[in-house]
């Protein structure tokens, strides 16, 4: 199971302020309830009760409101058959391109230069 903590806890806890770092809580945003919830997930080792401390979290964040993306970005990928490994986790178009190959089999030459 993916701990959904990884990656909000750094953004919402208000002892994570750190002026000029990345990916910390930088809006200041300030809740005891949200600093005792990320506490109890800490300590909390059945799933059933980590998932309802999470969902309080998200009933607080739905209130709140500390921050409002103003943007989405939308991955568009277009394919190509004679292109292999383009895309090959979620990372999509921002993932590595260390397997991306072009398939020769699928490639038609100009008659030309298959008389060369």
Known sequence: ??????????????????????FTNASHYTSPAIDQIFAAI?????????????????EIMAQDLPVMPL???????????????QTVDATGVSGVFASLAQDLTRVSLPAQAVAS
């Open 42 to 58: 800490a300590i909390a080792a059945d799933v059933t009760k980590r998932k309802a401390l999470i969902d309080q979290f998200w």
């Open 1 to 22: 199971m993916f701990d959904s903590t990884i990656g909000l806890q750094r953004f919402f806890t208000s002892d994570n302020f750190h002026k000029g770092v990345a």
């Open 71 to 85: 943007m989405l970005r939308l991955s568009l990928i277009i394919d190509n058959r004679k292109v292999i490994d």
